[in-house]
């Protein structure tokens, strides 16, 4: 139950919150425009769920999974250090951001069994859900795979559609991009590698 007065504001706000939050309490799967495509999502902590998000892409990978949190600080929870150049980047960047980190925790395993891709969310409303629920998120392209990436809501196929729990209508703030986010790591020698531009 949400109890303080900052996340009640919240809720008001966009109505829909409490209604995905209920979902995804029960192990769901939303579908929802997030910054960049319309995506798959689920709590990224419930291994469960993840595992609802492989058998309805078709594809047992978790590669292409990106961990979508609310702020830096709930970014540090889930990654084992943040550089701060990456923080500084993170703070100033215009477009939605992913970052990769050698290792993730406080995650189910197969999305810490390598490199994570952790993005902080760049529109109001998915930080807005993401606070209210209090845990990281699952953004993934609703998809199939080897699928095109749905940029819009008329090109999300049927079988995705049918397979989630719940599709969020809020569009996003800038509207969904129909691009990936810029996704950037930091070398050894402490220089940025931009992986996606």
């Given at each position: 139950m949400m109890s303080s007065t900052k996340e009640v504001k919240r809720m008001a706000s966009y109505p829909e919150i409490e209604q995905a939050i209920a979902a995804l309490h029960n192990g769901g799967l939303l579908l929802y425009p997030a910054d960049t495509l319309w995506s798959?999502?689920?709590?990224?902590?419930?291994?469960?769920?993840?595992?609802?998000?492989?058998?309805?892409?078709?594809?047992?990978?978790?590669?292409?999974?990106e961990i979508m949190v609310s702020s830096i600080d709930m970014m540090r929870q889930y990654i084992d250090h943040l550089h701060p150049k990456l923080e500084t980047l993170l703070a100033y960047h215009k477009r939605p951001l992913t970052v990769q980190f050698k290792r993730g925790r406080n995650l189910p395993e197969r999305l810490i069994d390598g490199a994570v891709a952790v993005r902080l969310a760049h529109d109001p409303f998915c930080r807005a859900l993401i606070e209210a629920y209090s845990r990281p998120?699952?953004?993934?392209?609703?998809?199939?795979?080897?699928?095109?990436?749905?940029?819009?809501?008329?090109?999300?196929?049927?079988?995705?559609?049918?397979?989630?729990?719940?599709?969020?209508?809020?569009?996003?703030?800038?509207?969904?991009?129909?691009?990936?986010?810029v996704m950037v790591r930091l070398s050894e020698r402490g220089e940025l590698v931009f992986l996606r531009e």
């Open positions: 798959i999502g689920c709590d990224a902590t419930d291994p469960v769920a993840i595992e609802r998000v492989c058998n309805l892409r078709g594809s047992r990978s978790t590669d292409e999974f998120l699952i953004a993934v392209q609703a998809s199939r795979e080897g699928q095109a990436a749905p940029a819009t809501f008329g090109t999300v196929s049927s079988g995705i559609i049918e397979g989630v729990d719940y599709i969020l209508q809020q569009q996003p703030q800038n509207g969904v991009t129909g691009e990936p986010a």
